[in-house]
């Protein structure tokens, strides 16, 4: 059975899958407020506070999203040994 059948069988979700998606939702809005607020310095405004705080958002969800690939990984050499 390859890997595609396998996780379609067990409903398609590993160990990771949740902390990937949520990490890299979680990336996408730290580089959209890192956009937001480059593009107001370009610009000569100064953006909200908010986003500059936003900007965290980004090695966050990149550290989560890394950590929720390396469990699938070890999890799939688990299964195969």
Known sequence: ??????HASTGGTRPGDRLLQVGCVLFALGVLAVAVVVGGWFLQTRPADAFAVLTALAPLGLGLALVGLLRGIRADRRRSS
Request: glycine share 0%.
């Open 1 to 6: 059975m390859n890997e595609h059948a396998r």
